[in-house]
């Protein structure tokens, strides 16, 4: 009997995780970022996803930002403290956001 009820508890577990974590995909990430849009558009701003880059070292989400972001002095702040903490918080095998011009 231990047998099943281990296998159900490894079933449950599965469960939360998938219930509480989104795949990492295109269309997840596009999805959290189109969150954190209005945000930076209200600054003048833009972002755009470029893609997903699978390095050695893991999973790393890859944009752009535009319009008022590209001069302003705050723009590693809102890309390491805004949209990659976002992102991670998000995606579990996440290593990081990389900004490309």
């Known amino acids: 009997m231990a047998g099943v009820e281990d296998t159900y508890y490894e079933y449950l577990k599965r469960?939360?995780?998938l219930a509480?974590?989104?795949?990492?995909?295109?269309?997840?990430?596009?999805?959290?970022?189109?969150?954190?849009?209005?945000?930076?558009?209200?600054?003048?701003?833009?972002?755009?996803?470029?893609e997903i880059d699978?390095?050695?070292?893991g999973a790393f989400v890859k944009v752009r930002l535009g319009g008022a972001c590209e001069t302003c002095a705050m723009s590693s702040i809102t890309l390491k403290q805004g949209i990659e903490k976002r992102l991670?918080?998000?995606?579990?095998?996440?290593?990081g956001v990389i900004q490309v011009l």
Request: proline share 4%; hydrophobic share 40%.
């Open 15 to 17: 469960q939360h995780y």
């Open 20 to 50: 509480t974590h989104m795949e990492l995909t295109d269309g997840n990430v596009i999805n959290v970022l189109n969150e954190l849009l209005p945000y930076i558009e209200a600054d003048g701003g833009w972002l755009e996803f470029v």
């Open 54 to 57: 699978y390095l050695p070292e």
């Open 88 to 95: 991670m918080a998000e995606f579990d095998e996440l290593q």
